[in-house]
Nanobody
Framework: VELVESGGGLVQPGESLTLSCEAR????????MGWYRQGPGKEREKVAT???????EYGYYVEGRFAISRDNAKNTVYLEMNNLKPDDTAVYYC?????????????WGKGTLVIVSS
């Protein structure tokens, strides 16, 4: 199983960025997918998850600014991030789980770095 994230980078506060995660080696359509992040000196935290049926959940700190979506034809999950803030600076990790995505899920990507700074 391989999860490959892309789309990270350096942006200014208020700007937008979209992350992608391509899953290989799983039956993508039956897996819940999600994004976690770990900022400097912080614990890893849930950003957003999406069930196999397309139902999203968000961490309260990103709700209303971020949107998670999936394209089963492309085996890819996306995280659209709007109105980015310096506190959003973190390594963003993609996760997959056959039941529900949690911090204990088995499958993780290597992460993509997002830096929000002026």
């Amino acid at each position: 199983v391989e999860l490959v994230e892309s789309g990270g980078g350096l942006v200014q506060p208020g700007e937008s960025l979209t992350l992608s995660c391509e899953a290989r080696g799983i039956v993508f359509s039956i897996y819940d997918m999600g994004w976690y992040r770990q900022g400097p000196g912080k614990e890893r935290e849930k950003v957003a998850t999406i069930t196999e049926d397309g139902n999203p959940e968000y961490g309260y700190y990103v709700e209303g600014r971020f949107a998670i979506s999936r394209d089963n034809a492309k085996n890819t999950v996306y995280l659209e991030m709007n109105n980015l803030k310096p506190d959003d600076t973190a390594v963003y990790y993609c996760a997959a789980d056959a039941v529900v995505v949690t911090s204990a899920s088995d499958y993780w990507g290597k992460g993509t770095l997002v830096i929000v700074s002026s």
